[in-house]
Nanobody, 130 residues
Framework: QVQLVESGGGSVQAGGSLRLSCAAS????????MGWFRQAPGKEREGVAA????????YYADSVKGRFTISQDNAKNTLTLQMNSLKPEDTAMYYC???????????????????????WGKGTLVTISS
């Protein structure tokens, strides 16, 4: 079992920045690929970014490339999403997610992108005003 607790959501104006954190506890952190999803009202949940613990490979959705940065601190079991140049369309509930490592980066990222997540956090709300 893995428990994920998000923090850092809030409201900012367009062009601003926010930093989301996810504290992981429970099962061995290094056995999972960690990432973030978001869901805006009336829209499907979208995989935003992920990081493969084995080699720190990263995945970003096209909508956030160049603006968001995912990172992890294995010693502290903490996942971070730095979000810059925020846009109103980034408004959503953001969820921390853990995907079991399939030991192949591409397969693990495919699992993440398909939404086959093994553990979810409860989410943190991000609101961007224009």
């Amino acid at each position: 079992q893995v428990q994920l607790v998000e923090s850092g959501g809030g409201s900012v104006q367009a062009g601003g920045s926010l930093r989301l954190s996810c504290a992981a506890s429970g099962d061995t952190y290094n056995n999972f690929c960690m990432g973030w999803f978001r869901q805006a009202p009336g829209k499907e949940r979208e995989g935003v970014a992920a990081i493969y613990t084995g080699d720190n490979s990263t995945y970003y959705a096209d909508s956030v490339k160049g603006r968001f940065t995912i990172s992890q601190d294995n010693a502290k079991n903490t996942l971070t999403l730095q979000m810059n140049s925020l846009k109103p369309e980034d408004t959503a509930m953001y969820y921390c997610a853990a995907v079991e490592d399939l030991e192949v980066v591409a397969a693990t990222f495919d699992k993440f992108k398909s939404g086959r997540v093994d553990y979810w956090g409860k989410g943190t709300l991000v609101t961007i005003s224009s």
